[in-house]
């Protein structure tokens, strides 16, 4: 009990989270034996982090950098207008499909709001959609950046959990697609209700032809690290190796954008990123040792068991603790956390490993739009200067809609393991 209000109180004093869970843990560590166990402190920390497929997330994030610098953005979102865009609300529908493409690149939901925020929301705003409406739409689609691989979250689930990365980024691009889907019906829907504009006309095929071919290189990215990580070709560290040396490529040769100082500035965001990252991981270490000296994953299993054995019991309870505890704390402080609290209960009910992490992963990514302190909400708001409130608002159908297929994918195993048995990574 210490403990918790230990991090707690450390949080809501504004202690960044990492350590606010690495005093936790120092205080956890004496009181379970004075000072003697503090020792074991630097050792944690450090086992924390000596994980090899770890090295994958700067590799991801640089790699996203680079193409987001060198102009693929614009490439993307041309892409997307010429193919939907003849519907009512075409932008919309653009901004949803466009964080598809832009999935494959960077991984990551803020990054995905805080391109779209700058360059398709002020295009939205001028063709006549509400700014709250186009931020709630940059929203709901930005989660698709970490549902579809590559996701940072995924490498770290996997990493932590001993779960292949590769099947839980194959068990990704199904949800990922699903969601684009329904929320583009969801736009279709509430059409006439939000007095979506128009499309003057639709592209011919000329013009999408044009635009895809220019788009190939962009394009090429995803079709290199999903390809070479579920063909078995490479790992996910060598894949995101590999990816950063195409990015390199296609914005020194082919576009000829990069510059020596735009790429230190790059190398700069990712260290930072990772920064913040790594310490979470690292003094978490001294968290879960001490969770697990304590058996606390063990009696929290009890105790849910001992409500109910039910498997779709259990299932719901782990995704309503993961949504309510992801309104108000970072969702990779909450994965480090939990995940070693929550995954023996999943293997009691018969969960799938992979399954399971699929269950954690969208979750998580949708606590990334909830309020009140979504990320996502917070970059969309700053970098549009909506109000969190009109945006959080609008957002409510895309909300409802993403919470149910979790449900879905959560209580339907076939349909979330149907590409990783196809695979060979499930059962």
């Known amino acids: 009990m210490i403990v918790a209000i230990c991090f707690v109180t450390l949080v809501l004093f504004g202690m960044p989270i990492g350590f606010a869970i690495g005093l936790a843990g120092v205080v956890g560590l004496i009181d379970m034996g ?13 086992n924390g982090l000596n994980i090899f497929p770890f090295l994958a997330m700067p590799f ?20 997307a207008q010429v193919l939907v865009g003849r519907f009512r609300g075409g932008l919309a529908h653009t901004n949803m499909l ?43 689609g930005s989660i698709i950046g970490p549902t579809i691989p ?25 949800p990922g697609l699903v969601i684009c889907v329904v929320c583009m019906a969801v736009i279709a829907i509430g059409g006439k209700r939000e007095n979506l504009p128009k499309a003057i006309r639709g592209a011919s095929p000329r013009e999408i032809w044009d635009t895809f071919v220019s788009s190939l290189t962009a394009l090429a990215m995803p079709v290199i690290i999903l390809g070479g990580i579920l063909g078995g070709i490479v790992t996910p560290t ?19 954008t ?21 310490v979470i991981i690292a003094f978490a270490g001294i968290l879960g040792w001490w969770m697990s000296f304590e058996r606390i994953p063990q009696l929290i299993a009890e105790t849910v068991l001992g409500l109910s054995d039910n498997r779709y019991a259990v299932i719901a309870i782990i995704i309503g603790l993961l949504l309510v505890v992801g309104m108000v704390m970072d969702i990779t402080a909450i994965l480090i956390i939990l995940a070693p609290v929550l995954v023996p209960l999943t ?23 909830t309020p009140p302190v979504g990320a996502c909400l917070f970059v969309l708001s700053s970098v549009t200067g909506e109000k969190l409130e009109r945006i959080s608002i609008k957002l409510m159908p895309f909300l409802i809609a993403e919470i149910a297929i979790l449900f879905a994918f959560a209580f339907w195993e076939d349909a979330a393991l149907w590409l990783p048995r196809l695979l060979g990574y499930a059962q």
């Open 347 to 369: 293997e009691q009910v018969g969960l799938e490993p992979i399954h399971a992490g699929i269950i954690f992963v969208l979750a998580l990514n949708i606590s990334l739009m």
């Open 98 to 140: 466009a964080s598809v493409f832009f999935a494959g690149l960077t991984g990551s939901a803020t990054a995905d709001a805080a391109a779209f925020g700058r360059t398709l929301v002020p295009a939205m705003v001028k063709e006549g959609y509400d700014r709250d409406y186009a931020c709630a739409v940059t929203a709901a």
């Open 60 to 79: 991801f994030i640089l790699a996203g950098e680079i193409m987001n610098d060198i102009g693929i953005t614009s490439r993307l979102v041309k892409l």
């Open 238 to 256: 060598e894949a995101a190796s590999i990816a950063v040396a195409y990015a390199l490529f296609i914005g020194i040769f082919v576009y000829r």
């Open 258 to 278: 990069l510059t020596f100082k735009g790429f230190y500035g790059m190398l700069v965001r990712t260290a930072r990123i990772m920064g913040v990252i790594f």
């Open 150 to 174: 590559p996701s940072g979250l995924m490498v770290v689930y996997g990493s932590l959990m001993g779960v292949s990365i590769a099947g839980l980024f194959a068990a990704g691009v199904l």
């Open 34 to 46: 004075g000072t003697q166990f503090l020792q074991i402190g630097p050792s944690k920390i450090f």
